[in-house]
């Protein structure tokens, strides 16, 4: 498994992603796409369960400017799923069988092969979430305030 994306990720944001972009203007990397779409994914608490990923990984392990977030990427998906599935947080047993579940301390991105999946659902469903909220994004620096807006007036915390 790893990290994968899909192709109206990729759609969404092509005017702000530029592997090559020296200046910040746009985003370097396949990844900060993904991570934006994950967090939306995270905080509307949806996944989209059966998500057409693009057949080739974005990557395998988390990159150099992410390595840092892994153990709080993968707290963030415990705190989802403890709530999705209406975990109290003093059932410590539930609580060992979750993270059993999706962690793997020995894996490059300390998420199991599931732990991983759920992820890339996550992330999918937060693409669909950010082309239903927002428009497609033209300058990364207008895009980020607009971001940052909708988390600030819980646009995409759409879970009833």
Request: proline share 3%; with cysteine; charged share 35%.
């Amino acid at each position: 498994m790893s990290f994968k994306i899909t192709g109206k990720c990729r759609s969404f944001f092509q005017y702000i992603y530029d592997k090559e972009e020296k200046d910040g203007k746009k985003l370097r990397l396949l990844f900060d796409e993904y991570y934006l779409c994950l967090m939306v994914g995270l905080a509307s608490e949806m996944y989209d369960e059966n998500p057409e990923l693009e057949a080739s990984e974005i990557t395998d392990r988390y990159p150099e400017e992410y390595r840092q977030s892994r153990d709080f990427i993968a707290g963030l998906l415990i705190a989802t799923e403890r709530r999705r599935q209406g975990i109290p947080e003093n059932d410590s047993k539930a609580l060992e069988r979750l993270m059993t579940r999706y962690l793997d301390p020995e894996s490059r991105t300390r998420l199991s092969q599931e732990g991983e999946h759920r992820l890339n659902q996550y992330a999918a469903r937060g693409i669909d979430i950010l082309m239903d909220v927002m428009g497609t994004p033209y300058e990364l620096e207008e895009f980020l305030i607009a971001y940052l807006d909708c988390f600030q007036e819980n646009r995409f915390y759409i879970r009833g």
